[in-house]
């Protein structure tokens, strides 16, 4: 909602340069103005979908169904619970263990053996988690270690965030549970594992996303 | 030498934490002690005083503050952690000039330096030069600290000279203005000045304030003016700031408790865009070679004997690759290495696209293509290739952008290579549109707030790579920037204008009372056609004699005012932060209806320039030549960009032109700004919206505006650019 506002925000200033000087339209269709109109928008539909479905919403567990019905891949449900939406997403590359999951709008999450890596389209994106405490959760183990999450800052770069982490048992039997702390902020990923893979996971993709809690439909 | 150039800007990325965190409020970090609000001389201040507060490194602000003293515009930036610049354009009431309207039009400039942020006991410190460019009726000096007393009370106290100790100095009335008087600086008697500043609550600061302004302008010749109605009734001033979501505030205040006013602000981030990782689609991940055995052809390389496979790749390579917003002009490939050239037409960053198209390359290419070449173009001529390893490719997917950086090579494009196959199908290129447009004039205290609305159609056809015609038509609707003659600029006619027929009817106004041809100071006659107008027609052409020089050759209408031939040459190796051009134009100013016809002047005009990239996104040109007018002199820009395509500069020119040839403002300088849209919206696009903003348009340090010149589009993709960006390679 706040990066929303921004981006008009953001435009209605833009709109303004644009008209004194030369947008030079390099090489892409829609100009400045037809770009930022774009923008707001798409902005004032996403403001209006929550309050307008157009169809009554089908529950997790159907689309769940539907997407097993159709798709004879690997597939996972998941929940971004800071965007309020629960989807499936189905395996459209492999490379060694690590997975790429997409939905039909070419949102990608990253995952090496249920282990989030990163994600692609969301805006806010975690480009690549380096989990050096990977090997104790599979493991179902105690202990403590670093991990690392990179981002892309406002301004283009691509940086990095430390965070120190431990691992243990949580009260519940079987879930493990790592809890990180760094930069002022600290999370906690939970994590069910079975043979060594991560079959139903909540975890943290960074400080705009939020959590992101990922069932494996199928392996 | 490129290794250190690598480590330096992506692996050095280690002042992370509060740039990404943004929104997590407690971030511990040693934050600057960044401005609550603006002045209305639109610096980190009080009311009408200065505090030792900054802004976040890069920020672009800008203000617009009323009262009966005076109406003002302000641009800020941030231009380093610890300088803030700000171009004023003011409407002063209650001075009477030549015109006698009651107001005076008036443009400065403002320095702002904090020496010491704040630590401990110790105050933040900064140092400030107001008007400084000629004495001017806001010039004043001060030094300025300022501390929090409580989290949220915050207090500064400091000392003012000129205007802000109340002690205005003399204008000379002959002056032309623009450069520094700095015999007078700090001169002239102190006077100490304070403000105390409460943030009630997120949105809301209260300002109180003593301030020593007296509002009054004295000139050489003996006149002096009280501003606005009266002398502020006291020295005590107040003000309450009320911010609207992040970048927006309101303000009003009281000049003395008498007169009142109202301020409007807001300020940009370069570092805080709306959607940092941007909203493009994900790219297609790496599709790893199967096992040899599984494949047992194409290991072998024998595929590479079959006439149809290359025409087969290519197809479905290039139409993966329009998938992505990119055009894959050429491909050449043999059984171990690919080399194909790009057009990136979607992704500001060329990093992004050359890291698209490599991913592709290994869904597309039978598993014995190990080398995979991406070269870059730009108008249809390669500026440079990255060579790859197929198996880092597969290997560092998802990993640090910096491990595939090191495991690539950035080198020279070569304009021809072997085994280059054009894709069929992509020449000639034909392009079109048909847009609104709007033009604004926002700074002219003059004229206020001026406008065109219209429509254009532009057209461009690729004839064969690095060949364009280009076609512009413009038709205006509405709007209030009507066609005006130019300032008549004789002693004692400031602020006249010549009638359009006054001015055609006498072809010797063409040339300045001083005798400086009017190469842009007519431009208003350009303006207020109300039949279509023809904006630009040229044919270019784009070409690569050597690996490292590219040259350019335009001729037609190159601009609204001039028509004639531009030739230019770059040399530019693509691992070189220096660059060395030259350009010369032959050109003929064309008429007032911008249509085919021209006038009699014409000039040869041209530049030999020098181009450095400095660390940290700091880049310098330096341009020495014969200008417009046939003047000659340099022209200095230092230019700050940010990886994410934000680019601010500010320029400055000299000639050989007097001062009095000049005119007001003794020479030509001026800020130009261009933001990605992209930046703003999240949705891939090359779009930008930009603008240059001049202290006044001018006769002397007069440039031709051709489009497209040679060093920003070569450099996109070479190692400066191409690194700053390197992070979005695996997006």
Not at chain 2, 49 to 56: H, N, S
Not at chain 2, 107 to 112: G, I
Not at chain 2, 543 to 563: D, H, I, M, N
Request: charged share 20%; hydrophobic share 35%; glycine share 12%.
């Amino acid at each position: 909602m706040t990066a929303a506002r921004n981006c008009v925000l953001t435009g209605a200033l833009l709109a303004l340069l644009a008209g004194c000087g030369n947008g030079s339209g390099d090489e892409t269709d829609s100009g400045p103005l037809g770009a930022l109109a774009g923008a707001v928008a798409q902005t004032v539909a996403a403001r209006r979908a929550p309050e307008t479905p157009a169809a009554p919403p089908k529950s997790a567990q159907e689309a769940a169904a539907e997407a097993l019905r159709v798709n004879p891949g690997p597939l996972i449900q998941v929940g971004f619970e800071q965007l309020g939406r629960t989807q499936v997403m189905a395996m459209t590359g492999q490379n060694g263990a690590l997975r790429t999951y997409m939905t039909p709008a070419e949102e990608a999450l990253i995952l090496r053996g249920g282990m989030l890596v990163g994600t692609r389209g969301l805006g806010h994106d975690l480009s690549v988690a380096e989990p050096r405490t990977e090997a104790l959760i599979r493991a179902g183990g105690s202990g403590n270690g670093q991990r690392t999450m990179r981002y892309f800052s406002g301004d283009g770069l691509e940086r990095p965030l430390q965070f120190d982490c431990s691992v243990g048992p949580g009260p519940t039997a079987g879930i493990t549970i790592e809890s990180c702390a760094g930069h002022g902020t600290s999370f906690q990923n939970n994590y069910l594992v079975q043979g060594g893979q991560i079959a139903v996971s909540r975890q943290w993709i960074g400080p705009n996303l939020g959590y992101v809690t990922i069932q494996t439909l199928r392996p | 030498m490129r290794r250190s150039l690598l480590t330096r800007r992506l692996l050095a990325t280690t002042l992370p934490a509060a740039l990404v965190m943004g929104s997590v409020s407690s971030t511990a970090v040693a934050d600057p002690m960044l401005a609550r609000n603006l002045s209305s001389f639109g610096l980190p201040g009080g009311i009408d005083t200065p505090t030792a507060e900054t802004l976040a490194d890069g920020t672009l602000g800008a203000s617009l503050s009323w009262s009966d003293y005076a109406r003002r515009s302000n641009v800020l930036f941030q231009a380093l952690p610890d300088l803030s610049v700000v171009l004023r354009y003011s409407r002063v009431e209650g001075i009477n000039d030549f015109r006698g309207e009651g107001y005076i039009s008036d443009r400065s400039l403002d320095l702002h330096y904090q020496l010491l942020d704040e630590q401990g006991w110790r105050p933040a410190v900064a140092v400030g030069l107001r008007d400084f460019l000629g004495t001017g009726v806001y010039s004043g000096e001060y030094i300025v600290a300022t501390r929090n007393v409580t989290p949220a009370i915050r207090v500064s106290a400091g000392l003012g000279w000129g205007t802000l100790a109340g002690k205005p100095r003399t204008i000379d009335v002959a002056d032309e203005g623009g450069t520094p008087n700095v015999d007078d600086w700090f001169t002239g008697g102190a006077n100490p000045f304070g403000s105390v500043s409460w943030q009630v609550n997120d949105r809301l600061s209260l300002v109180a304030e003593y301030s020593n302004d007296t509002y009054l302008a004295r000139y050489s010749n003996g006149r002096e003016f009280q501003q606005g109605d009266a002398e502020p009734g006291s020295n005590l001033n107040l003000g309450a700031y009320y911010r609207l979501g992040r970048n927006y505030e309101l303000g009003l205040y009281t000049i003395g408790g008498e007169t009142f006013g109202a301020q409007f602000s807001l300020a940009l981030n370069p570092r805080e865009a709306p959607y940092p990782s941007g909203l493009e689609k994900a790219p297609a991940p790496v599709r790893p070679r199967p096992a040899p055995a599984a494949d047992p052809d194409g290991w072998s390389g024998s595929w590479s004997q079959d006439p149809t496979a290359q025409p087969a790749i290519q197809k479905a390579l290039g139409d993966a690759m329009a998938e992505e917003g990119q055009i894959l002009e050429a491909m050449a490939l043999s059984a171990n290495r690919a080399e194909v050239r790009i057009r990136n037409q979607r992704y500001v960053n060329q990093a992004e696209a050359v890291g698209r198209t490599a991913r592709l390359m290994s869904r597309a290419l039978p598993p014995s293509v190990e080398t995979l070449v991406i070269t870059s173009t730009a108008d249809g001529v390669p500026t440079s290739s990255v060579t790859l390893r197929r198996s880092d490719l597969e290997r560092l997917e998802n990993t640090e952008a910096g491990q595939i950086a090191a495991a690539s090579l950035l080198s020279d494009a070569p304009a021809y290579a072997e085994g280059m196959v054009r894709s069929p199908g992509i020449y000639p290129r034909f392009r079109w549109n048909i847009r609104p447009y709007l033009d604004l004039g926002v700074f002219s205290a003059e004229d206020g707030l001026t406008h065109e609305v219209g429509a254009q159609a532009r057209a461009s056809y690729e004839i064969v790579p690095g060949l364009v015609l280009t076609g512009a038509l413009r038709q205006r609707v509405f709007g209030n920037i009507d066609q005006r003659g130019p300032g008549i600029g004789l002693p004692g006619t400031r602020g006249q204008y010549y009638t359009p027929e006054e001015y055609l009817a006498d072809p010797a106004l063409e040339t300045t009372p001083q005798g400086v041809p009017r190469v842009r100071s007519d431009t208003r006659m350009y303006t207020g056609n109300s039949s279509p107008t023809i904006p630009e027609l040229t044919l270019a052409w784009y070409a690569k004699p050597t690996e490292t020089v590219y040259t350019r050759v335009t001729a037609g209408l190159l601009e609204r005012a001039y028509g004639g031939v531009s030739a230019e040459a770059l040399w530019k190796p693509a691992n070189s932060p220096l660059a060395l051009g030259i350009e010369v134009n032959r050109v003929r100013k064309r008429d007032f209806d911008s249509l085919l016809d021209f006038r009699d002047y014409e000039v040869t005009t041209g530049h030999v320039s020098a181009y450095y990239e400095f660390a940290q996104g700091f880049t310098a040109q330096l341009d020495v030549g014969q200008y417009l007018a046939g003047d000659r002199g340099a022209t200095v820009t230092l230019t700050r960009e940010f990886a994410n395509g934000w680019r601010i500069g500010a320029f400055a020119t000299k000639t050989d032109l007097s001062a009095e040839e000049f005119g007001e403002g003794s020479f030509d300088k001026g800020i130009s700004l261009s933001i990605p849209i992209g930046w703003a919206t999240g949705q891939p696009t090359r779009d930008r919206a930009g603008t240059t903003l001049r202290s006044l348009s001018r006769d002397g340090g007069a440039r031709l505006e051709v489009q497209d010149r040679l060093y920003d589009r070569v450099r996109e993709s070479h190692s400066v650019r191409l690194y700053d960006g390197w992070g979005r390679f695996w997006r």
